[in-house]
């Protein structure tokens, strides 16, 4: 037998494909080498500016598995045209250069993505999908420090990348089988849609769970679920979406018909009555103040932070003070109808429905029905979140935003050419100069603030800053402390700044005739994000004061009320203590205030985090984030639940939440028109 009988066959493309492969592997060292010192220049910039997470250990090790993970994920997607241009053409260079513009372009966005995320400390996902080109020019514009660390920190890996991949371009460090082994292994992973971010559980902190994630990783999930996530399976049919199944906790209502998925009677409880003095033939004026940022980790005798709004904790000692109290929304877009009017989020919040916005009744609609005169205030550009087409629909009587402020007044400082508009002071001189000229009562009035609000520049700041140093002192941090207080001295001062500023609005509103028979509303629209969170929830975790002269005693609330039950409970309130006409079928949210001294909630309602970051329900002391439970504890403290039969509880809950939302979103259905004429 002839000797070339016994010669292994030649399969020549199967052959280039090994050599592709390979080639194609070992090149990936150079992309792995610069991630991993990404990583790592990552987590030393970000704790040297923020802090050092006690569970630092557990950040790192987990961190850059994950970041393996990752890179072996995408290598199939970088494959693609890497094996489209090796195949069709003879050049080393152009292969070379397919690869690392490619493993650039991943390198670049996930630079990006962390610079974001050491600017906001929230990691950016869908929620850019839900901002057009002005609001992220102007969002990243007022924050986003471009200097020689920036540009540092963006040009050395890509640097330490394509030195790496000259060095390695004819080398041969991955031999044949490894190579296609670790291609398959990415291909499984992406083909079972394996999730490259490690469980929350286990973590000492949301800052700690934040700074683990791989941001390019965590915007390519989010974004994903985003444009690919069908609508829960929920028929909002079913007899069970007219009530309670007997297993969920809080508050049900007798919903009406599924053609209007929000509608149903009025249930609210009149509980702010016996907390005042009555007149019945005088209505009570109505200010509600919208703090910026504001958090009940930095505001309130127990803030885990320490306090740092000394007035308002006075105030707060002579008011109705609810210890647990929750924003709707994670950032402000959602904070007007929210509070003005138990709104649905619909798909991006309920401003974001534009001119779209169905009839709808709110808090100022209603009042002026009742002969009240509505007054809004706030010192920026009102086009953002189309808060002006909200503010449009509801009436106002008089609207002021920064285009009203004439040039005796001062814009807060610029950052990179970009400033918010005017400063809180400069906010409440031109609220209480206009509302001494019109003492037109009973009257509701709305403020709403903004200094505490990255970039976080005031007037005067040195002066804010040594208030700042003062107030470590009176708080009793011992140095070490101080020291990594002073990471945030920006911040920090401005909330003092925003608090004696209200402090300047008490003092002179309460000169005015109407101060007498006025109830003061104040609440911030969410807790700013750049001082690390602590738990999902402290997102959310905001003060309610109710201050007025005409309360009859003070009293400190545990029991868990949100934005949704400001508005039906002050229209029951004034309902029944003065006779104001109010619609009985309604479309709130919300289910009116608790005023219950001890921990608990007898609510359920969802909370969304960004436009696009709709994961969240609360039910009684449960809070569910996409696939963990919460339990919520003193002061919002939470404790996470290995409890399968209540994770799919609180699934189904949020799941009849979201279908109502999306049936809504889709038809545009609130309220019939017989309700709504009424306050036409």
């Not at 105030?315 to 709104?343: C, D, E, H, V, W």
Request: net charge neutral; hydrophobic share 40%; aromatic share 14%.
């Amino acid at each position: 037998m002839d000797s070339h009988y016994l010669e292994e066959p030649e399969y020549p493309f199967f052959n280039d494909l090994k050599k592709c492969i390979k080639q194609f592997v070992n090149f990936s060292i150079a992309l792995w080498g610069s991630f991993f010192l990404n990583r790592l220049m990552e987590l030393w910039f970000l704790t040297n500016l923020n802090s050092i997470p006690q569970d630092i250990n557990k950040v790192v090790w987990v961190s850059l598995l994950y970041d393996l993970i990752l890179l072996i994920k995408i290598l199939p997607i970088i494959f693609i045209p890497f094996v489209f241009v090796f195949f069709n053409t003879k050049s080393k260079k152009t292969i070379l250069l397919t690869f690392g513009i490619c493993a650039t372009l991943i390198l670049s966005i996930n630079l990006l993505l962390i610079k974001y995320y050491a600017t906001a400390l929230v990691p950016l996902g869908a929620d850019l999908f839900g901002y057009t080109v002005d609001e992220i020019v102007k969002t990243t514009g007022a924050s986003m420090v471009i200097d020689e660390k920036a540009v540092l920190f963006f040009l050395l890996p890509l640097i330490i990348f394509w030195t790496l991949l000259f060095l390695i371009k004819s080398g041969e460090l991955l031999g044949n089988r490894l190579s296609i082994l670790i291609l398959i292994a990415g291909s499984i992973l992406l083909y079972i849609g394996s999730s490259t971010l490690p469980s929350s559980s286990g973590f000492k902190s949301e800052y700690s769970y934040n700074l683990t994630i791989n941001k390019f990783a965590f915007f390519t999930e989010r974004s994903f679920s985003y444009f690919t996530e069908d609508e829960p399976a929920v028929d909002i049919y079913a007899s069970n979406y007219y009530e309670d199944d007997g297993n969920a906790a809080g508050k049900m209502f007798n919903y009406i018909t599924a053609d209007y998925p929000f509608l149903h009677t009025d249930e609210t409880e009149d509980v702010l009555t016996p907390f005042f003095k009555i007149d019945s033939t005088s209505p009570p004026n109505i200010v509600i103040i919208q703090v910026e940022g504001l958090g009940r980790a930095f505001s309130g005798y127990d803030a885990p932070l320490g306090s740092f709004t000394p007035f308002l904790d006075e105030l707060a000692t002579k008011s109705l003070y609810f210890q647990n109290f929750l924003a709707s929304q994670g950032r402000t877009f959602a904070s007007l109808p929210s509070i003005m009017g138990s709104l649905p989020f619909a798909d991006k919040g309920f401003s974001e429905l534009a001119e779209r916005m169905p009839p709808h009744l709110t808090l100022p609609r209603i009042l002026k029905k009742s002969g009240y005169t509505t007054r809004f205030y706030s010192g920026v550009d009102l086009a953002f979140d189309n808060e002006n087409i909200f503010l449009e629909k509801q009436g106002f009587d008089h609207v002021v935003s920064e285009k009203n402020f004439d040039e005796s007044f001062s814009k807060s400082p610029a950052f990179q050419g970009f400033t918010w508009g005017y400063a809180d002071r400069e906010l409440i001189v031109k609220t209480l100069q206009d509302e001494k000229k019109d003492q037109r009562q009973p009257f509701m009035l709305y403020m709403q603030t903004v200094s505490m609000h990255n970039p976080f520049l005031i007037p005067n700041q040195g002066q804010y800053i040594r208030v700042f140093e003062n107030h470590l002192n009176k708080l009793g941090f011992d140095n070490k402390k101080k020291d990594a207080y002073r990471k945030y001295k920006n911040i920090y001062s401005t909330i003092l700044y925003s608090d004696q500023a209200l402090n300047t609005f008490f003092k002179e509103y309460s000169k005015l005739p109407s101060y007498a028979n006025t109830i003061f509303i104040i609440t911030g629209d969410h807790r700013l994000p750049e001082i690390p969170l602590t738990t999902k929830i402290d997102r959310y975790h905001v003060p309610l004061i109710i201050y007025s002269p005409l309360l009859k005693r003070s009293a400190s609330i545990r029991s868990v009320s949100s934005h949704f039950d400001i508005t039906p409970s002050l229209l029951v309130f004034l309902k029944k203590s003065f006779g104001l006409t109010t619609p009985s079928t309604v479309a709130w949210v919300g289910s009116g205030l608790d005023t219950a001294r001890t921990l608990r909630n007898i609510h359920k309602f969802p909370v969304m985090q960004t436009k696009n970051n709709f994961h969240n329900i609360i039910s009684g002391l449960y809070f569910l984030d996409q696939n963990n439970v919460y339990l919520i504890g003193n002061n919002m403290k939470t404790t996470l639940l290995q409890d399968e039969n209540k994770l799919n509880e609180l699934r189904s809950a949020f799941n009849q939440q979201k279908s109502m939302n999306e049936r809504f979103s889709k038809d545009l259905k609130l309220l019939p028109d017989s309700i709504f004429s009424p306050f036409r």
